[in-house]
Structure formats: structure tokens, C-alpha cells
């Protein structure tokens, strides 16, 4: 990855903003174009369809008068303007649903209206399976296919349709998840063991060390006796 490329990802929008100190994004997953070709099709089919009709309208209806005719256009264009706004809207929900992901976790965002999102992250320690599915020729040929992410959370699976390439991604996110596991088992077996603690409700009480005097011998018996 070029240095442009990775300075790129690391300013991706990320709607979570949970991400730790020092850690990167790896992958930025969107939609592939494939998804909108349905879209394309019927705005430039009806675009096609009502100006054309505008334009053979006078040839069949030859009453109409110049205002008329105004009329039928400014209308043409009105109902064009909402084709394009519903083509507008329809893309930004496409591209507004993607996957981030960094060398901790997977951001999900779920786009289903132009207001409407969800958002959901799952750590890659909890990371089960990866799976990938191009279902016809046709995903095969243009490359696009469906990511599937099972974990062991609350979310339990994961499911990104229209998916560019998801071979390479779905290598990326176990790569992600190798390294992921590989430095965390590294750290918790570099880690000091712990040192006990002394117990503070019980604490031990520290006695110290009592002074002896030395006794005195007893008087000796053997000496001379004195009373008489």
C-alpha cells in the first residue's frame, strides 16, 4: 500500500469514533457500481421516454398551441428533475452502506434512507469465519460477490452484498484477525506475572523485637559464711 493510500484510509469517516490510540484502518469496503446499473437504467429509459413523447406530442395532437407546448415541457422537465432527485437519493443510500475495517475491528454501517443509519462494530477477537459467495458467471466476470463475517457476539453474522473483489477482502479481514490474535497472545506472554498483595482487611501486624535484661546469677553457696 502506497503512502497516499494509507493516509487516505486513516482520515475514512468512521460514524463509531471508538477507535484506540495507534490503531489503523486497514480496508475501506464500498458497494460495487454493479448494484445501481438497474437504477441507471430505468431513470435514463423514462428520461428517454417523456421527452420524446413531449417532442412527438405536437405531431399527433396538432391543436396544441405554443403555450401548450410550454406547458407539456415545463412539465417534461419537472417530472425529469424528479427522476434525477430519485437517482440522487437511491445513490447515496447505495454507497452509504460499507464496512471499515482496522487491525482491532469491523465497523458495519447499514444505510436504508437518506436519514436513516445504523452502525455496528464487532472486535476481531470475536471473529469466527469469513466466507465469500459469487453466485453466477456474471459476479465471477465483473467481480463483485457477497462478504459473510460470523462472530460470537450479539451480532452474529455479517452480510455485505455487492461486495468488490471479496476473495482479496475476505483474505484481508483473516490476515487482520491472525495478526490481531498473534500480538495479543504475544503481549499476555510478555506480561510480568503478578505480585501478590497483602490482604487489607486482615492486615499482618509487624511485632518487633522485645529488649531482654540479663538476669543476674544467684549468690553461690560456697563462699565462707558469715554469721558467726
Not at 108 to 125: A, D, N, R
Request: with cysteine.
Amino acid at each position: 500500500m502506497s503512502p497516499q493510500e494509507d493516509e487516505k484510509l486513516q482520515h475514512v469517516d468512521n460514524p463509531l469514533a471508538v477507535m484506540a490510540p495507534g490503531e489503523r484502518v486497514l480496508c475501506h469496503i464500498e458497494r460495487h457500481p454493479f448494484g445501481l446499473i438497474g437504477v441507471y437504467f430505468i431513470a435514463a429509459l423514462l428520461l428517454v421516454l417523456l421527452f420524446a413523447g413531449v417532442g412527438i406530442l405536437p405531431h399527433y395532437v396538432t391543436s396544441l398551441t405554443t403555450q401548450d407546448k410550454l406547458y407539456a415541457f415545463a412539465g417534461a422537465t419537472l417530472l425529469a428533475v424528479v427522476v434525477l432527485l430519485y437517482v440522487y437519493v437511491t445513490v447515496i443510500i447505495y454507497k452509504g452502506n460499507r464496512w471499515i475495517v482496522t487491525d482491532d475491528s469491523i465497523t458495519q454501517i447499514t444505510q436504508t434512507g437518506l436519514f436513516q443509519k445504523q452502525s455496528s462494530q464487532l472486535s476481531l477477537e470475536n471473529l469466527e469465519d469469513v466466507t465469500f459467495e459469487q453466485g453466477n458467471m456474471l459476479q465471477s466476470m465483473i467481480g463483485f460477490g457477497t462478504l459473510h463475517v460470523e462472530t460470537a457476539g450479539e451480532h452474529s453474522k455479517f452480510v455485505f452484498p455487492y461486495c468488490p473483489n471479496p476473495n482479496k477482502y475476505a483474505k484481508e479481514i483473516i490476515q487482520a484477525h491472525e495478526d490481531f490474535m498473534a500480538e495479543h497472545y504475544q503481549q499476555a506472554s510478555a506480561a510480568p506475572p503478578s505480585t501478590p498483595t497483602l490482604n487489607q482487611q486482615y492486615p499482618q501486624a509487624y511485632v518487633p523485637p522485645q529488649a531482654t535484661t540479663p538476669v543476674p546469677p544467684p549468690p553461690s553457696n560456697d563462699g565462707p559464711n558469715d554469721q558467726y
